[in-house]
């Protein structure tokens, strides 16, 4: 997530705590429905990738939000 200047610090607040988002960004957690909804809301995607891959969506969410970022500059 870092490489494209987006990092767990910006989920702070969207999913918890720096403490939860650690915790849910290196598997240790899994994502809630809250938790989902505000990353689909935070990445511009459907919520329900979060709450059928989990926390390997992340990185799909991740992803889609640095091409949409690059292609609207």
């Known amino acids: 997530m870092e490489s494209s200047g987006t990092c767990q610090a910006d989920l702070v607040g969207i999913i918890g705590s720096s403490g939860v988002v650690s915790e849910?960004?290196?598997?240790?957690?899994?994502?809630?429905?809250?938790?989902?909804?505000?990353?689909?809301?935070?990445?511009?995607?459907?919520?329900?990738?979060?709450i059928l891959f989990g926390n390997w969506a992340l990185g799909i969410g991740h992803w889609l939000f640095v091409i949409r970022k690059t292609t609207n500059q």
């Open 24 to 50: 849910v960004v290196n598997g240790k957690r899994a994502i809630s429905k809250a938790q989902a909804k505000a990353l689909g809301d935070y990445f511009k995607i459907s919520r329900s990738l979060f």
